[in-house]
């Protein structure tokens, strides 16, 4: 192993913040050369977790204008206050044409990101649905490794989409203002099936009565819902994060929801099936990366593009004729690997 890693894995476990910054930079490079040292980085903190891993995380969801990076900002000061060390990932969305984002949650928690307590990291969410980035699971594991226990994963919150930050994350929470009941059906319904935790932002001033309703018809479509997680009834809770009013019964239902789904041997059942959902997934990302990237693909692709700027051509033809070449790339490669 490279000994600049050994070097950096000891200044992360010594809680040095410029450290921790340089490995996510690492682990987000796509360049082979930093993805081997990253894996290697990785590794040791895969180690270091079977061992000992007290954090838990937790995908925070919500609408655009709920008030998701105002409420992470105000469980964060609440938790460090109370001794805890708070690691959140914000997963801001990314242009389809551009492919450049905004990443300004550090300055939406001015606050929190100033507490030596803490650390923010924003990262983009590219062309990967599901609410999370590329990359967000290994930097989980960096903060889970270095002590980081309350790790808060700011998804894109579009949708229906958001199922991959279920998948990847201990309990999903779902961030919604008064008057939002309303929207129950349609987009909200398939993302408030994957809710462990409701609450209701902005239950302040004029809003709070209406907050109140919006936390019953919550209540009410809660019960027509399968539970998800085994052992564990979803739960609602209304609060004010410009008030600070409600953090304190936020914290405490994350840590009922804590000591009830994972302690002793659920945790370790939910870390395998997060490590068996986040491998199918990133190994679905770059076969369709390598796949689209091959010469011929590409090259019929091109054609194909051509082709119909010319009016000149059955998408659904082409469409076929592609899917066969990539079948046979495959039983190509399979068959010389077994030769």
């Known amino acids: 192993m490279d000994p600049n890693i050994s070097l950096l894995f000891e200044k992360l ?10 490995a996510m930079t690492l682990v987000e490079s796509e360049r082979d050369e930093d993805r081997k040292k990253g894996i290697d980085l990785l590794e040791l903190c895969e180690k270091k977790l079977q061992a000992h891993d007290p954090s838990i995380r937790l995908a925070i969801s919500g609408s655009p204008g709920v008030g998701k990076s105002t409420l992470i900002e105000a469980i964060g000061l609440k938790a460090v206050d109370q001794g805890r060390k708070v690691g959140v990932i914000t997963i801001d969305p ?76 201990d309990g999903f929470i779902l961030i919604v203002q008064p008057g939002g009941g309303d929207e129950l059906q349609g987009i909200k319904r398939g993302i408030t099936e994957l809710a462990d935790i409701v609450i209701v932002n902005k239950a302040d001033g004029e809003l709070k009565g209406l907050a109140m309703q919006t936390r019953n018809q919550y209540q009410t479509a809660l019960h027509y819902f399968s539970p998800l997680r085994e052992g564990w009834e979803p739960k609602i809770v209304t609060c004010s994060a410009l008030e600070g009013s409600g953090i304190d019964e936020v914290l405490d239902l994350i840590r009922l929801y804590h000591s009830i789904r994972l302690k002793n041997a659920n945790l370790e059942i939910e870390r395998k099936r997060q490590k068996t959902s986040w491998l199918s997934w990133s190994l679905e ?55």
Do not use: C
Request: proline share 2%; hydrophobic share 40%; charged share 15%.
């Open 285 to 339: 990302i770059t076969s369709k990366q390598l796949l689209m990237n091959h010469p011929m693909v590409r090259h019929s692709l091109a054609e194909a593009f051509a082709e119909i700027e010319n009016d000149n051509l059955s998408i659904f033809k082409s469409a076929f004729e592609i899917e066969n070449m990539i079948k046979a790339l495959i039983h190509s490669t399979n068959s010389n690997s077994g030769s």
């Open 13 to 22: 476990i010594k809680g040095d913040r410029v450290a921790l910054g340089q």
């Open 94 to 169: 990314s242009s389809s044409l551009s492919h450049g984002s905004i990443l300004g949650d550090k300055s939406r928690m001015a606050g929190l990101s100033t507490s030596p307590s803490a650390f923010i990291r924003s990262s983009p969410a590219g062309s990967v649905l599901g609410g999370m980035g590329r990359r967000s699971h290994e930097m989980i594991t960096l903060l889970a490794a270095v002590g980081y226990d309350l790790i808060l994963i700011e998804t894109v919150g579009v949708g229906q989409s958001e199922h991959t930050s279920w998948q990847f994350t």
